[in-house]
C-alpha cells in the first residue's frame, strides 16, 4: 500500500508517518525506480503501537527503545514500564491533591466564604482566610 493508504488505515496522517520514519520507529521501504513505495500490512500495527505507547505515557524515544526490545528480554520492558508506572502514579497522587484544593474552593465559593478578591488569593495560595485577609 502507498503511504497515503498507510497513514489512512493507521488512523494518522502522512506526515506523522515520514516522522516516525525520521525518528527510526518505522522502517523505509526502498523507492523503486517507479518512485512509490509501498509498505506491508506490519506496517499499520507498528503504528498503532506507537500511538498506543504514547497514550500510555511513553515518549518517542521510549517508544524507540521497547521497539528495540522485541527481540530482547522481558526485564528490559519490566524496567521501562516499571519507571513509567512510578511517573503515573505520582501523577495520580499530584492530580488528586489538585482535586482537593479545588473542592476546599468551591466550599468557600458555596459558603459566602469569598468575599473580596484577596479571600480568593489566599485560598488559591494556601492561606486561610480571616479578619486580616486584604492586609499587608
Do not use: H
Amino acid at each position: 500500500m502507498t503511504i497515503g493508504v498507510l497513514a489512512q488505515k493507521a488512523g494518522v496522517n502522512v506526515e506523522t508517518v515520514r516522522y516516525y520514519q525520521r525518528k527510526g520507529l518505522l522502517p523505509e521501504p526502498p523507492r523503486p525506480p517507479g518512485g512509490v513505495r509501498y509498505y506491508g500490512t506490519e506496517v499499520i500495527d507498528r503504528i498503532r503501537f506507537i500511538k498506543r505507547a504514547q497514550y500510555l505515557g511513553f515518549t518517542l524515544r521510549e517508544v524507540g527503545e521497547l521497539l528495540a526490545f522485541g527481540s530482547g528480554s522481558c526485564k528490559d520492558v519490566e524496567g521501562l514500564a516499571a519507571a513509567k508506572l512510578s511517573e503515573v502514579e505520582a501523577r495520580i497522587s499530584d492530580l488528586q491533591a489538585i482535586r482537593q484544593e479545588l473542592e476546599r474552593l468551591l466550599e468557600q465559593c458555596r459558603g459566602g466564604e469569598l468575599t473580596t478578591e484577596w479571600d480568593l488569593i489566599r485560598v488559591v495560595i494556601g492561606q486561610e482566610t480571616g479578619s486580616d485577609a486584604g492586609e499587608g
